[in-house]
C-alpha cells in the first residue's frame, strides 16, 4: 500500500465493490440513499478496510504507487490494488502476466469493472486546417491497429469494441472478458459525484485508514453526512 490518498482512496473502492457489491455501490453512490451509507453491508466495507492495515508495512506512509509496484515486481510485497498503468513497471522488470505475476479483478465473486480513462479535448475554432488536423489526430487515437498496440502496451482496454485484442496478456483478458456483460460494468464515483463531493469522501478514507481509533460507525456517519451534503 502506498501512504497516499487516492491509493487509499482506490483500494477502498475495491473493497467497497468486492464486498458491498454493484447494488450497494449504486443505492449509496447514484441514489444518494443514507440507509445504504448506514448499513450493516457498508459497515462491512469499513471494516474489511480497516483490516488492511494490518498487512501493509511500515514503510507505506507517503510511497509513491510505482516504489509500491516494485515492492510486489521484487517479491517483497505480496499484492497490490492498483490501475493497468502498474502493468507497465511489471514489463519493464521482464515479468510476464501468467507465469510471474497474476492479476485479481476485484476481489470478489461476481467481479465488476469501473470503466474510466482519460480523454483528449480539441478546442472549437474557426481554422479548417486546425480542425482537419483535429480530425484526423482523433481518426489515428482511434485507429484498430492504433488501439491494439496502445492497450496491449498499457495493459488497459480499448474504447472500441470490434478490435482484435487477441495479444492481450492473461491479466487484460480478464478485463476483457468483464466487458461482455453489461452487469460487470459500473460507473467510478468520480464519474456520479462532483470532484468536492469526491475530494472529501477520499480524505475521510484517509483519515479513517490513518486512525485505527476511528470507530466505524463514526466513519459511516461522516460519510452518509458528505452523501448528502454533497452533489
Same mark, same amino acid.
Given at each position: 500500500? %502506498?501512504?497516499?490518498?487516492?491509493?487509499?482512496?482506490? !483500494?477502498?473502492? $475495491? /473493497? &467497497?465493490m468486492?464486498?458491498?457489491?454493484?447494488?450497494?455501490?449504486?443505492?449509496?453512490?447514484?441514489?444518494?440513499?443514507?440507509?445504504?451509507?448506514?448499513?450493516?453491508?457498508?459497515?462491512?466495507?469499513?471494516?474489511?478496510?480497516?483490516?488492511?492495515?494490518?498487512?501493509?508495512?511500515e514503510?507505506?506512509?507517503?510511497?509513491?504507487?510505482?516504489?509500491?509496484?516494485?515492492?510486489v515486481v521484487?517479491?517483497?510485497?505480496?499484492?497490490?490494488?492498483?490501475g493497468?498503468?502498474?502493468?507497465?513497471?511489471?514489463?519493464?522488470?521482464g515479468?510476464?502476466?501468467?507465469?510471474?505475476y497474476?492479476?485479481?479483478? %476485484?476481489?470478489?465473486?461476481?467481479p465488476?469493472?469501473? !470503466?474510466?480513462? $482519460? /480523454? &483528449?479535448?480539441?478546442?472549437?475554432?474557426?481554422?479548417?486546417?486546425?480542425?482537419?488536423?483535429?480530425?484526423?489526430?482523433?481518426?489515428?487515437?482511434?485507429?484498430?491497429?492504433?488501439?491494439?498496440?496502445?492497450?496491449?502496451?498499457?495493459?488497459?482496454?480499448?474504447?472500441?469494441?470490434?478490435?482484435?485484442?487477441?495479444?492481450?496478456?492473461?491479466?487484460?483478458?480478464?478485463?476483457?472478458?468483464?466487458?461482455?456483460?453489461?452487469?460487470?460494468?459500473?460507473?467510478?464515483?468520480?464519474?456520479?459525484?462532483?470532484?468536492?463531493?469526491?475530494?472529501?469522501?477520499?480524505?475521510?478514507?484517509?483519515?479513517?485508514?490513518?486512525?485505527?481509533?476511528m470507530?466505524?460507525?463514526?466513519?459511516?456517519?461522516?460519510?452518509?453526512?458528505?452523501?448528502?451534503?454533497?452533489?
Open positions: 500500500m %502506498g501512504g497516499q490518498g487516492w491509493q487509499e482512496d482506490l !483500494t477502498f473502492d $475495491d /473493497v &467497497f468486492g464486498v458491498g457489491g454493484k447494488d450497494l455501490w449504486n443505492r449509496v453512490y447514484v441514489d444518494r440513499d443514507e440507509d445504504a451509507a448506514k448499513s450493516e453491508e457498508m459497515a462491512k466495507v469499513f471494516e474489511t478496510f480497516g483490516k488492511l492495515r494490518d498487512l501493509t508495512d514503510g507505506s506512509a507517503g510511497r509513491n504507487w510505482n516504489d509500491t509496484t516494485s515492492l521484487r517479491g517483497k510485497a505480496a499484492a497490490q490494488a492498483m493497468d498503468w502498474a502493468r507497465g513497471e511489471f514489463v519493464l522488470a515479468k510476464k502476466a501468467g507465469e510471474d497474476g492479476c485479481v479483478p %476485484g476481489p470478489s465473486e461476481n465488476v469493472l469501473t !470503466t474510466g480513462g $482519460d /480523454v &483528449f479535448i480539441f478546442p472549437k475554432q474557426d481554422n479548417p486546417e486546425v480542425e482537419a488536423a483535429q480530425l484526423r489526430l482523433a481518426s489515428m487515437l482511434l485507429d484498430p491497429d492504433v488501439q491494439v498496440k496502445f492497450n496491449t502496451a498499457k495493459g488497459s482496454t480499448p474504447v472500441r469494441g470490434d478490435v482484435n485484442m487477441a495479444s492481450a496478456d492473461a491479466c487484460m483478458q480478464k478485463g476483457l472478458a468483464l466487458l461482455e456483460n453489461d452487469d460487470n460494468i459500473a460507473l467510478p464515483k468520480n464519474a456520479i459525484l462532483s470532484s468536492d463531493t469526491d475530494g472529501r469522501i477520499q480524505d475521510l478514507v484517509s483519515q479513517f485508514w490513518t486512525t485505527p481509533s470507530t466505524i460507525e463514526d466513519v459511516q456517519n461522516q460519510f452518509a453526512e458528505i452523501l448528502q451534503d454533497g452533489s
